[in-house]
């Protein structure tokens, strides 16, 4: 009902910057919140950036500084800066909301970032 595509991961030498997009489509009625995860190998995935419907903004301390999550309509960015190697994971984009009397939690497939140092 909801599919998210996210585009922008790649490789990048440590102190660079990248810019993350993920664009939401199909049966969408309610966008209560849109965020950023990511996930390394072998460990739980975490919030990394997330931004409310009324634009309220939340960052993990790790990033804080350094990334800044916007949005526009059914879109939702991650201007990555300063990067570091421990930043490299797989990066999901989340969606909380979905067709009308509904609320679901909706998941990317996901783009690698890989920071070399």
């Known amino acids: 009902q909801v599919r998210l595509v996210e585009s922008g991961g790649g490789l990048v030498q440590a102190g660079g910057s990248l810019r993350l997009s993920c664009v939401a489509s199909g049966s969408i009625y309610r966008i209560n919140a849109m965020a950023w995860y990511r996930q390394i190998s072998g460990k739980q995935r975490e919030l990394v950036a997330s931004?409310?419907?009324?634009?309220t903004t939340t960052y993990a301390d790790s990033v804080k500084g350094r990334f800044t999550i916007s949005r526009d309509n059914v879109k939702v960015y991650l201007q990555m800066n300063s990067l570091k190697p421990e930043d490299t994971a797989v990066y999901y984009c989340n969606l909380k909301g979905g067709p009308a009397g509904t609320l679901g939690n909706y998941w990317g497939q996901g783009t690698q970032v890989t920071v070399s140092s």
């Open positions: 931004i409310t419907s009324g634009s």
